[in-house]
């Protein structure tokens, strides 16, 4: 039992904060490829069990004469392409968004630039200096 609080106090003896600056690029970049890489295991994993699933209740309602293979590709399909309506809803929602945050940014400079305009050129028309409604000489 002593000898294994030695082994500890060696091992804190030891430099903590070596490299470490150098590590932490590595680090992010390693943490952004394993979320990427965890992402993509969780979406195949939940694509396989809602696959077997899937097999198991088609399998339960078709004709037993109907190939494995030909009721796996069928679910697969059909999954894959509810998979993509999903994706294709989701990028129409953020699409439209975005589209409506543009249109209102533009509506707000549009309106920004249309009162300092006015603004300019509203003091110049109050002091009658305006060329509408008023005569100007020929020079």
């Known amino acids: 039992m002593h000898e ?9 003896d030891e430099p903590f904060f070596g490299d470490l ?5 590595d680090e992010d970049d390693e943490t952004e490829e394993s979320s990427v890489d965890l992402l993509i295991r969780f979406l195949q994993s939940m694509f396989k069990k809602a696959s ?21 590709f069928a679910v697969d399909g059909v999954l894959l392409l509810a998979a993509l309506s999903i994706v294709k809803a989701f990028l129409e929602v953020v699409c439209t968004l975005g589209g409506t945050v543009f249109v209102v940014i ?11 305009y006015f603004q300019s050129n509203g003091s110049s028309l109050n002091q009658g200096e305006g060329s509408f409604g008023s005569a100007q000489p020929v020079s």
């Open 21 to 25: 600056m150098e590590e932490e690029s």
């Open 52 to 72: 077997k699933r899937a097999k198991k209740a088609s399998r339960s309602v078709l004709p037993a004469a109907m190939s494995p293979q030909l009721v796996s």
């Open 106 to 116: 533009l509506l707000l400079r549009v309106i920004w630039a249309a009162v300092s």
């Open 4 to 12: 294994k609080q030695g082994e500890e106090t060696g091992a804190i």
